[in-house]
């Protein structure tokens, strides 16, 4: 359409340069009648609107070929384009009319027009391609999409699959992860997070069995000797022992429960913070060791900073020294002698437990708070505990800011230190 009436303009200018003014003559019309046989587009010129019958084979209404806007329009020299039916040629057309204007007198016009219906023909192949273009392209992009959406997709079925095994208890199950954006970001998170759930697992799992082992060995000892009694196997001294060795098992098993409920509760409870004078829950906690100690005819010394107070819950700082002298007690020869020593140094309470005993063996140290861990299976069944004592420590300890260190040389001793902040005054 632009097309057609950029080309009708220029042939109507060129016409409209051949106008040399004054009245526009019989020769001039003829000229563009005869240009009107050989051009595409219809054209012819008229001397004034008024004659526009003279010139072409219809009957002419002078108003709707020219409204008196267009006249003023083409007065200032101005061309005219319209599109629409035309009522004159009885069809659709587009047409341009160009003034001949001479000192301000419109002397007549040039009128180009050309029926739209060819227009439209012309435009329909072209809006053919067009269409055609616009599906390829929108299949393209269609392809493209279908093709992004799935590289995303995977990525987050693969994580909805992986949820879905983790809820079905399999923590050994990852993704791959693909990409850096946020999806490979998610499938990393995941994967770290399935790896924590699964060694929590397996430490749970590990924690399980160890409980068990540890009290199926109590278990069967007190089986084994309370059907051998039932069924009078046993008698005299070897009853009295038997009976000594089902009471001396029962304790363990009730010891190990105590501090496996010790162990749970830690976790769950929040303390209650007070301020506590540390030599007097030291001298409680000695004094109730005093029966074992007593029985190995073990002396405990006590040397105390009677102005060190902390913040803390009394119980669990009485089981963190109960469980360390026991056990100094515990892994010490008979006639030894154990020190606790409290003193202040650079805001801290600092309490040392130093035993004459046993000692632990260096490679053992670093793994002495582990729970479940002994030095000496074969010995601790004897007299020892289920290696709980020190990692109830240690997390006690923790649970109040403080620090614990242990030191030892095997045949020595053991030096055991806590160290705990001390309650500011102010
Ligand atoms: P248990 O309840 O078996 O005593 P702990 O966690 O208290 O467990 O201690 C872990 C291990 O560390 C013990 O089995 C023991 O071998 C060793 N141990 C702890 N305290 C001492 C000590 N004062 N002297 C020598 N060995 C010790």
Do not use: W
């Not at 196997?233 to 009471?247: F, S």
């Not at 029985?295 to 469980?323: H, P």
């Amino acid at each position: 359409m632009e097309d057609t009436k950029s080309e009708m303009v220029e042939i109507g200018e060129n016409l409209q340069s051949m106008y040399t003014g004054g009245k526009v003559t019989d020769g001039y019309v003829e000229m563009v009648e005869e240009f009107n046989q050989y051009s595409t587009y219809n054209v012819f010129a008229v001397r004034n609107p008024r004659e526009l019958s003279a010139c072409v084979p219809f009957e002419i209404d002078y108003n709707t070929l020219i409204g008196p806007d267009e006249r003023r329009v083409l007065l200032n020299g101005e061309n005219v384009t319209k599109i629409g039916y035309e009522e004159r040629f009885n069809r659709e057309v587009v047409s341009v009319i160009l003034p001949l204007v001479d000192q301000n007198r419109l002397e007549g016009i040039i009128y180009l027009y050309y029926p739209l219906a060819k227009i439209t023909e012309l435009a329909k192949t072209e809006v053919a391609i067009f269409i055609g273009g616009g599906i390829l392209f929108a299949l393209v992009i269609a392809v493209f999409v279908y093709q992004s959406l799935k590289r995303i997709m995977r990525p987050l079925n693969d994580l909805q699959k992986a949820v879905e095994q983790m809820t079905e208890g399999d923590y050994s199950t990852r993704v791959k992860v693909t990409s850096k954006d946020e999806i490979g970001m998610l499938s990393e998170a995941f994967n770290h997070m399935a790896e924590s759930i699964q060694q929590e697992d397996e430490k749970q799992k590990t924690f399980l069995a160890t409980v068990s082992h540890e009290l199926r060995t109590p278990i069967s000892y007190i089986k084994g000797y309370s059907e051998a009694i039932q069924n009078q196997l046993l008698d005299g001294k070897e009853r009295e022992e038997a009976l000594e060795l089902i009471h001396r098992e029962a304790i363990r098993m009730e010891r190990l429960t105590n501090e496996l409920l010790q162990l749970v509760r830690k976790q769950q409870e929040e303390i209650e913070m007070l301020p506590i004078v540390l030599s007097e829950t030291i001298r409680e906690s000695v004094k109730l060791l005093e029966g074992q100690a007593n029985k190995k005819n073990i002396r405990i010394v006590q040397n105390l900073d009677e102005n060190c107070i902390v913040q803390g819950d009394e119980e669990k700082l009485k089981q963190i020294f109960i469980n360390v002298i026991e056990n100094a007690i515990r892994y010490s020869n008979e006639n030894a002698k154990i020190t606790v020593h409290s003193y202040q140094s650079d805001h801290r309470a600092i309490i040392e437990i130093q035993d004459e005993g046993i000692g632990i063996p260096e490679e053992d140290l670093p793994h002495i708070t582990e729970r479940f861990y002994r030095v000496n299976k074969a010995r601790s069944r004897i007299d020892g505990g289920a290696g709980l004592g020190l990692s109830i420590v240690k997390q006690l300890v923790k649970q109040h800011d403080g620090a614990l260190a242990i030191k030892s040389v095997v045949g020595e001793g053991t030096l055991v230190t806590i160290s705990l902040p001390l309650m500011e005054e102010d």
